[in-house]
């Protein structure tokens, strides 16, 4: 018979805080990697498109693996990821749980603003981001999503909802993991439940195309 116990984990994240002095709330930039990334690789990304305008947060997945770097097999290094489909639910719950408490001490100790949140993601990250705000369709403003996708239960789940948040998703032309005729169905299926939707296509293949920074920049100040 499978049973199971809980044990509580640390899950580690960078802050940076906004260089600018004012007396009012800044708006908050929740930053997920990718598959194998770290929170490190994320947060210089984040801290370019903040620009010291933002409280930014850059939050490392939970779970750690080995990952060879390199041909030499005793060479290896590790990387983070957001879950697998092995009780997935579970996953999906952590991070829930984790945004909406990073939302809240952010609020709290650092003076972010919980009205003008912004979440940041790439590849794996997306589809957890996108499972949040359209499960929790009031609580977040924007989203960025980087050669990501929509949730493989996108039709199937109840608990997505239409959003308030609005969308930035950011596709590959040359993407191995999502082809065109991939990217454009979820462009059709995110108009459909984001608040609005701004779908671009940089030439690129599966990385963060560094060319979106300045648009990113520009979409987040609009929505502001």
């Keep these: 018979m499978e049973r199971y116990i809980v044990?509580?984990?640390?899950?580690?994240?960078?802050l940076e805080l906004p260089h600018a002095r004012g007396h009012g709330r800044w708006p908050l930039l929740i930053a997920l990697h990718g598959y194998e990334g770290n929170k490190d690789s994320m947060m210089r990304?984040?801290?370019?498109?903040?620009?010291?305008?933002?409280?930014?947060?850059?939050?490392?997945?939970?779970?750690?693996?080995?990952?060879?770097?390199?041909?030499?097999?005793?060479?290896y290094r590790v990387g983070f990821g957001w879950g697998t489909t092995y009780k997935m639910e579970e996953s999906v719950e952590l991070h829930h749980r984790n945004l909406r408490a990073l939302i809240s001490l952010a609020a709290r100790h650092w003076h972010a603003d919980p009205r003008r949140v912004f979440l940041l993601?790439?590849?794996?990250?997306?589809?957890?981001?996108y499972r949040f705000i359209f499960t929790h369709p009031r609580e977040v403003r924007g989203a960025i999503a980087v050669?990501?996708?929509?949730?493989a239960d996108w039709n199937d789940n109840p608990r997505y909802?239409?959003?308030?948040?609005h969308v930035l998703h950011i596709?590959?032309?040359?993407?191995?993991w999502y082809t065109r005729e991939k990217?454009?169905?979820?462009?059709?299926?995110?108009?459909?439940?984001?608040?609005?939707?701004?779908?671009r296509l940089y030439n690129s293949t599966?990385?963060?195309?560094?060319?979106?920074?300045?648009?990113?920049?520009?979409?987040i100040e609009k929505h502001l």
């Design 161 to 165: 909802r239409p959003a308030r948040t």
């Design 206 to 219: 599966h990385r963060f195309p560094r060319t979106s920074i300045p648009h990113i920049r520009i979409w």
């Design 183 to 199: 990217n454009l169905q979820f462009r059709r299926e995110l108009a459909e439940r984001a608040a609005s939707l701004d779908f």
């Design 45 to 75: 990304l984040a801290r370019r498109i903040a620009d010291g305008r933002m409280v930014v947060i850059s939050l490392q997945g939970p779970y750690q693996f080995f990952r060879r770097d390199g041909d030499d097999p005793k060479n």
């Design 121 to 129: 993601a790439f590849s794996q990250g997306c589809s957890y981001n």
């Design 147 to 151: 050669c990501g996708g929509v949730p």
């Design 171 to 176: 596709a590959a032309t040359e993407d191995e």
């Design 7 to 14: 044990s509580p984990i640390r899950c580690y994240y960078e």
